[in-house]
């Protein structure tokens, strides 16, 4: 089986989960036998064309951003994925079917599909809708929002990575319940396991004295993670636990005003802003860490909960959207209340003051990363779902005519 998948992340341009899910499926799914062409644009370096074991990599150059506004920016770059999308057709020969991830590399699938009548799967991994908790902020979320919305319209079956995403396609978009598949994000634990044994004390000392317990936060710094929550709940904490250093990694547009917010409450010196970090000093803090917290109000999934149960890191998560789903209350972690700040530090203080339970829930979640999100497992269920397509589309008239 050959497919075309389509997204606007792919490394060394990964900046969420959308990002990360790509680039640890594709090379899954090509290790269960599928021909994976993955066609994205080269937005921040990575070599034109890479290939090996069934996966291919195809970037193209887009458009410079600002000779045009965002959507126009993004549209003229969906031209030059069709064109690539042309010639891949001519020189590789035609896919089975294409799989889209997000609107953003919609216009591009869904001329793909019509030109040369394939199937089209799409993967929605957010919602413009659900960013704006319910609400469409002007006219370029409106544009996104109606994008969304063709996207899932046009495709033969929608996969989302929670209950949660799955009933926001159906409500936002009336996509039909029996049109949307389930297949939750995964997470590899090699990365961690690599780590087992080793001294990170020398590591662990730029940002905490031995005595200090780590409270750990990792993302984007926009207001849908609810890193502000965080911040509010820090002096709350240190009343309680005053050994406590927090390390905020990632940037956004809310970074200087929550700098700014530290030091209006007091604990400017308590909480270390990381900025941006690479992956290898990210998966490190997860393993000296003491918890991990995400605090998000809005999380279709939440795959940097899985990253810190496979680094055998304790969590504590707003219970909201995937990530309720994903961590279980008192199981495989603490789950509390979205956007209260008192509810966090509580999440936080429980962690921290029960070395016991603590370890009991780490172990739980470990062994469910090992056991259910696992990526050979979402490859397998990604197939299952590539084969019910192909079966109907050849069944179907449109596939006959072909």
């Known amino acids: 089986m050959r497919v075309w998948m389509l997204s606007w992340e792919y490394p060394p341009h990964v900046v969420g989960g959308l990002g990360k899910h790509v680039m640890e499926l594709a090379p899954a799914l090509a290790a269960a036998g599928i021909e994976v062409h993955v066609l994205s644009p080269r937005l921040y370096g990575g070599s034109f064309e890479e290939g090996w074991r069934g996966l291919f990599v195809h970037?193209?150059?887009?458009?410079?951003?600002?000779?045009?506004?965002?959507?126009?920016?993004?549209?003229?770059?969906?031209?030059?994925?069709?064109?690539?999308?042309?010639?891949?057709m001519k020189e590789a020969g035609r896919p089975d079917l294409v799989h889209a991830h997000d609107w953003l590399v919609a216009r591009a699938?869904?001329?793909?599909?019509?030109?040369?009548?394939?199937?089209?799967?799409?993967?929605?991994?957010?919602?413009?809708?659900?960013?704006?908790?319910?609400?469409?902020?002007?006219?370029?979320?409106?544009?996104?929002?109606?994008?969304?919305?063709?996207?899932?319209?046009?495709?033969?079956?929608?996969?989302?990575?929670?209950?949660?995403?799955a009933g926001q396609v159906q409500d936002y978009f009336a996509s039909p319940a029996d049109k949307v598949d389930v297949i939750p994000n995964g997470v590899g634990p090699s990365r961690f396991q690599a780590l087992e044994g080793v001294d990170l004390s020398?590591?662990?000392?730029?940002?905490?004295?031995?005595?200090?317990?780590?409270?750990?936060?990792?993302?984007?710094?926009?207001?849908?993670?609810?890193?502000?929550?965080?911040?509010?709940?820090?002096?709350?904490?240190?009343?309680?636990?005053?050994?406590?250093?927090?390390?905020?990694?990632?940037?956004?547009?809310?970074?200087?005003?929550?700098?700014?917010?530290?030091?209006?409450?007091?604990v400017y010196e308590r909480i270390y802003f990381c900025g941006y970090i690479p992956d290898e000093t990210r998966d490190r803090l997860y393993k000296v860490a003491d918890v991990a917290v995400f605090p998000s109000l809005y999380e279709p999934?939440?795959?940097?909960?899985?990253?810190?149960?496979?680094?055998?890191?304790?969590?504590?998560?707003?219970?909201?959207?995937?990530?309720?789903?994903?961590?279980?209350?008192?199981?495989?972690g603490i789950t509390v209340y979205p956007g209260k700040p008192d509810s966090l530090a509580w999440g936080i203080l429980h962690t921290l003051q029960n070395p016991e339970w603590t370890h009991q829930r780490v172990e739980n979640a470990y062994?469910?990363?090992?056991e259910h999100y696992n990526w050979s497992t979402i490859a397998q269920q990604t197939v299952a779902v590539y084969e019910r397509v192909l079966a109907e589309y050849e069944r179907s008239a449109w596939g006959r005519d072909g």
């Open 202 to 266: 020398d590591f662990r000392s730029n940002y905490a004295v031995p005595d200090e317990k780590i409270v750990f936060n990792v993302g984007r710094i926009v207001e849908e993670k609810g890193v502000h929550i965080l911040v509010e709940s820090v002096p709350q904490v240190l009343a309680q636990y005053e050994k406590a250093k927090f390390v905020v990694a990632g940037t956004g547009v809310l970074l200087d005003a929550l700098r700014h917010r530290a030091w209006q409450l007091g």
């Open 367 to 370: 062994r469910e990363v090992l």
């Open 301 to 332: 999934f939440g795959i940097v909960a899985l990253e810190a149960m496979a680094a055998r890191t304790p969590v504590v998560v707003a219970e909201t959207g995937g990530l309720a789903e994903v961590v279980r209350h008192a199981e495989t």
């Open 59 to 88: 970037r193209v150059d887009v458009p410079r951003m600002h000779e045009y506004d965002y959507l126009s920016f993004v549209s003229e770059s969906n031209a030059v994925l069709q064109e690539r999308a042309d010639w891949l």
């Open 109 to 165: 699938a869904v001329q793909c599909k019509h030109h040369h009548r394939l199937p089209l799967i799409a993967t929605i991994h957010a919602t413009e809708r659900g960013r704006g908790r319910g609400q469409l902020g002007g006219p370029q979320s409106q544009a996104i929002h109606g994008t969304e919305w063709w996207l899932t319209y046009e495709a033969w079956r929608v996969i989302c990575a929670s209950r949660y995403m």
